[in-house]
Each structure stands twice: as C-alpha cells, then as structure tokens.
C-alpha cells in the first residue's frame, strides 16, 4: 500500500524497514526456539523440583546459592518454576490456538464456500460472538464452565473462533469464484475434492501467519485468567498464577512476580516477532 | 493480528466506495426514488438503531444461556448445604427454576429491561445499584487510558509516517509492539514497585470508592498508574494504524495538489491528511473503548481499582451468578452502544458512509 508513496523515495523507504523486519524475524524465532527447546527439555535438565517448598529459603534474592533466580513465599526454586512454567504456557497457548484455527477454519470453509442458510446463521452467530468484547466473553465462558487451567484455554479458544471464520469465510469467497476453481468443477472434481485441493491450499498461508500471530495473544489471555484466578490453579507452574502468587510480596521481594511476568513479555514479544516476520516473508507487497 | 500496519487498518476496508456528491443535494439512486440527505441519514440511522437492538437481545440471551448452563444449584447456593429435598423444591418453585428455560429468559429480560437484574447473593443487595457504583469507577479509569493514548498515539503515528526510516519511526514500532506484547497485569505491577513501592511518588492501590476517597487530588493521584498501564496497548495500536493510514493518504493525488497549491507542511499534514486517516481512527476508538471497559479487568485486579472488572472477578470466584450476569450484560450494551455510536460518528467524519446508505 504505501510503498507506492513516492518513487523517489521508495528504496529508502523500504530497503530500511525490510532490513528491520528480518532482524525482528531472527530475533523472533530466536527466542521461540529457545523457550521451546528448554520447556521440552524440563524434566532432563538439572532443575529443583518446581512444587518443592523450602520454608526456610522463602524470597530469596536472585543468584542466591541453589536459587539463581530467587525463590518464592514457599520456598520453591524460581528458575525451576518459570522453564515449568514455559511449558504450560506454550502447550495453553499452541492447543488454544489450534483448536481455533480448526474450528474457525472448518466453519469458514464451509458458510464461504456453500453460502446460504447455514452461512447466513453461522454469520450471525459469529455477529453475536462478536458483539462481546473478547476478554468479557472468556470471563463469561469461564464462569460457567468453572475456574481451571482446561476450561480457560477451551474459553480463549473459542473466543478466537470468530476472527478465523471471519477471515477464512471471506478469502474463500474470493477464491470461489476464481478461474482454477471453475475448471476443477468442469473437469468433474466433487465440492469435497474442490476444498480440499484448491480451496484450501489458498488459505493455507494467511491462516498460518493468523496462528503465528495468534499465539502471543492466546499465551497472554491465558495468563491473565489464571492471575485473576480463574486459570490454572495452585501449585501448577504456571507463569500467570506464580504473577498472582508474587503480587502479595512486592514490598519485600519484586523478584517473584517480576521475573514470571518477564517471561511472559519475552515469548510474547518472540511470537509477536515472528508472526510479523512471517506475514512479511508471504506478503509480496512488503518485499 | 495487533501489530500489523495494514492489518489494523480495518477503516480502509470499511470504507465503502466514493461516489461523488453535494452537500444538501439528492443524489439520483439506480432505482425507486431519489432521496435527501437527510432521508438517507435517518434511514441509516434506524437501519443501525434496529440492528444494535437484535444483538442486543441477542446479548442478553448469550449471557443467561451461559450461566443457565453454569454447573450449580442456585437453589442449593441460596438455602446452603443442610436444605432438604423439599425446601429446594419448594425454593425452585418459587423463583420459576422449574419452568422451561425460554420462560426463565423471558421472566429474567422482562425483569432487566425495567432494571430488576436481581440481587447479588454473596452482597445481599440489589444488583443494578451496585454495578452502577463500580461502573462509575471503570469508566474513570478508562477514559483516563483514552485520554493518555489517543493523543499520544495520534501524534507518534503522525511523526513516524512523516518521517519513515527516521528514529522517531523506529522508536514508533518498537513502542507498539513492546506496547501489545507486555501483558497489563505486569506492567502494572512493575509500576507499583517502581513509583510507589520503591520512590514512593504514587499510590498502587487504596481507591476504595469510586470517586475518590480524598477529593480530585486523591483520586488523580489514584489514577495516574492505573490509566498509563490500561494506555499502552491502545497506544500501541492507535500509533500504528495513524501511521499506516497516514502513509497511505499521504500518497493521495490530493495531497500533491495541495503541495503544489504551496500550502505549509503542517496544514497538508495536519488538515487535509489527518482528516482523511480519521475514518480508521473511529473505527479503533470503538473497538479500543471495548477493550478499555473489558480489559481493566486486569488492572483493576492489580491496583485494586473498585470497578466493575474486579468485581466480577470476585463474583466468578464466588459463583455470584446475578452479579457476574449483570456485569457481563452492562459491559456488553455499552459496547454494543459504543459500536453504535462508531457507526454515526463514520456519517459524520465520512460523507460517502451516508450517501451510500
């Protein structure tokens, strides 16, 4: 769009932001990939078993003997407790997101290709959706399925819903009518074989960088639940409910609820990055 | 979703088509009669009025149906474990439990709709009252955050679209997305530790009523911490898409003219550019009042503002169903009132939007 500003000044204009991009990019999957290799590899590294409480080493200070990053009310190894938490936080936030993505792709396939009642009904029942604001609308999800580390990841899932069906419904409304889909139809491809062959590999890229997108909003919204208390529960691991936990000592030692929530901040930004980086890498435009 | 430039730039797709006209003059339509200005306004507006009605019930209906299907005996919650068989029975009877759900909801809307939302079983005290105490409160916070972040965001888009490449554009983006990737409950917390725990300059928490408990000062005061917290995520967003969208419009044929008509760089930014990018700005302000309402959830929760979020934390908690549905209903009419009042302030900024319609 805007890179039609001026000819002039288009190279400098792009060549600098693009430069930027694929730093923010590295960077990105960078920090992805670390938080994901040592979440996975959690049970073999040489940690303290995160629930272990030590009453007589509560809030100590980071680089404490046996405590690097400090330890909480409890006593229980910070650094033990925040790689454990990765693990929480990215199963939340990927199951989350995949089960939007497949519902909210299944429905969008369906009302965009096929049209009609169904389209019209599935539309207004995503107007509804809507019509919440996101988060009140997983508060609510959450009040009537009850406080849990399940339940509120099944609760920000199907908020997301409606952004994928709505993004899906309308890019298969455009390919529907496209010229490759009129000859598979000619050729006496089923609709079934039409979705699946060429319907869908044409929305297969924009959801993928809707997901990679997706993923720091659901990490954080599953976050948020479980520190107001309607996530995961104690003593699980996790990054939201150790925030909650640390909140009560802040006077005395800051350490506890900042360092969960710096966690949070930096799989948050790294995803953040590198969904930016991948709409950059299969968008033409921003070449 | 939230950091991309152009993804943000939703007014661009809800713009509909220009189509030329004159102020006070009936355009000729394709077919059937040819209407006012004024015609087409007020049949936009009822079109609109209708619509935000039907999701309203809508609304509501979500609401009930949700916690209708909540796991629990409201009878049992009421009476408390040593009732007997027949007094939930009896109870069950009374407050219409046994009659089919389509009848509760009827009974229940009817109810809302004269401003009867219950009474609140862990405060023992009408409902309608007490959401409105706390409603009073979110909304100063969230018009705090407004006021902190459109301005702001307005003017960083405005100076990193005028000069792309420069620091300023740099320090834009970094803004925004440090702005959408720090998680609100965090960045409250760290501004407790920092201002008030550790230089003592603000109060974290202490509102205890919604006006303040100590007069203007007090409640500013009170404020500051909380709204700057709320702010950055709009922040983020509103600079962003001023950015994009400025970017766009300065590309127009219409700015040039302008230019070579010798008008000063502040009157082509600042007049016939931004105008045009104000379409966009509408269309996130609705959207962020939404998220300022319901997001404050969060920070309500960490400075322990005494709005309706925090309450309807508690009442989740504590399976305060009249009160979590009250809230949720409140929340979501006013946000269905503020996409209401988007829709007319896009006639005002936009002529097309009426014409059109």
Redesign the interface.
């Known amino acids: 769009?805007?890179t039609?500003?001026?000819p002039s000044?288009a190279p400098?204009?792009r060549s600098?932001?693009v430069r930027?991009r694929r730093r923010?990019r590295a960077v990105g999957v960078l920090i992805v990939t670390v938080v994901a290799v040592v979440a996975a590899l959690a049970p073999a590294l040489p940690l303290a078993d995160p629930n272990r409480t030590q009453p007589s080493r509560r809030l100590a200070p980071p680089l404490s003997p046996d405590h690097a990053l400090g330890s909480d009310h409890l006593g229980r190894d910070l650094l033990s407790r925040v790689v454990w938490g990765a693990r929480v936080s990215l199963v939340v936030g990927v199951l989350a997101t995949l089960l939007a993505m497949l519902a909210g792709t299944a429905i969008g396939l369906v009302t965009g290709f096929y049209g009609g009642l169904t389209d019209n009904l599935a539309m207004?029942g995503i107007?509804?959706i809507m019509?919440?604001?996101?988060?009140?609308l997983a508060?609510?999800?959450?009040?009537?399925?009850?406080?849990g580390l399940v339940n509120a990841m099944v609760a920000v899932a199907v908020v997301n819903v409606s952004?994928y069906t709505r993004g899906v419904r309308a890019a298969v409304l455009l390919l529907r009518e496209q010229e490759f889909v009129e000859a598979a139809r000619a050729v006496g491809s089923t609709e079934g074989r039409i979705l699946r062959r060429h319907i869908l590999p044409g929305i297969a890229g924009p959801i993928l960088v809707?997901v990679s997108?997706?993923i720091?909003?659901m990490i954080?919204e599953s976050?948020?639940l479980s520190?107001?208390?309607?996530g995961a529960q104690p003593p699980t691991a996790d990054w939201?409910t150790m925030?909650a936990d640390?909140?009560q000592f802040?006077?005395v030692a800051?350490h506890v609820?900042?360092i969960p929530?710096?966690a949070?901040?930096v799989l948050?930004?790294g995803c953040?990055?590198l969904?930016?980086g991948l709409?950059d890498a299969l968008?033409p435009r921003l070449r | 979703m939230l950091g991309s430039d152009d993804a943000v730039a939703a007014g661009a797709i809800l713009r509909p088509p220009a189509r030329a006209c004159q102020d006070g003059v009936a355009l000729p339509s394709r077919a059937g009669p040819s209407y006012t200005r004024a015609d087409r306004m007020r049949r936009y507006l009822t079109h609109r009025l209708l619509s935000a009605l039907l999701v309203l019930v809508g609304v509501s209906f979500v609401v009930f149906l949700a916690l209708h299907m909540a796991p629990g005996d409201p009878a049992q919650v009421l009476l408390g474990p040593m009732a007997t068989p027949s007094e939930l029975t009896n109870l069950r009877t009374q407050l219409g439990l046994d009659r089919p759900m389509i009848v509760q909801y009827g009974r229940w809307a009817g109810r809302a709709v004269q401003g009867d939302l219950g009474r609140s079983i862990m405060l023992r005290r009408p409902v309608l009252p007490e959401l409105a105490r706390r409603f009073q409160a979110t909304l100063i916070l969230a018009g705090g955050a407004l006021v902190l972040a459109f301005p702001t965001g307005i003017l960083l888009g405005m100076l990193a679209a005028t000069r792309p490449g420069s620091p300023i554009d740099g320090l834009s983006r970094v803004v925004a997305m440090v702005g959408i990737s720090m998680p609100a409950f965090w960045v409250g917390l760290l501004l407790i530790i920092g201002f008030s725990v550790k230089l003592g300059w603000l109060p974290g928490t202490g509102m205890y009523s919604p006006a303040g408990d100590g007069g203007a000062r007090d409640l500013l005061a009170h404020l500051i911490l909380p709204a700057v917290t709320l702010s950055l995520v709009p922040l983020a967003i509103v600079s962003r898409l001023t950015r994009s969208s400025m970017l766009d419009v300065i590309a127009q044929d219409y700015v040039r003219t302008a230019r070579a008509k010798g008008a000063s760089e502040t009157r082509v930014i600042g007049w016939h550019a931004f105008r045009n990018t104000l379409v966009a700005l509408v269309t996130v302000l609705g959207l962020q009042v939404g998220y300022l309402l319901a997001g404050a959830v969060y920070v309500e929760t960490v400075f322990a503002w005494p709005g309706i979020g925090f309450m309807m934390v508690n009442a989740i908690l504590t399976r305060d169903f009249p009160l979590v549905q009250g809230g949720v209903l409140l929340i979501a009419a006013t946000y269905v009132a503020i996409n209401l009042a988007t829709d007319f302030l896009y006639a005002v900024v936009d002529p097309r939007v009426r014409h059109v319609h």
Do not use: H
């Open positions: 769009m805007s039609e500003a001026s000044s400098t204009v600098a932001p930027r923010g207004r107007d509804l019509a919440f604001p996101y988060i009140l508060m609510l999800l959450v009040a009537a399925l009850g406080p952004f809707f997108m997706n720091g909003v954080t976050a948020g520190f107001i208390g309607l939201g925030l640390g909140r802040i006077t800051a609820a900042a929530g710096l949070i901040f948050v930004l953040n990055l969904g930016d709409r968008d």
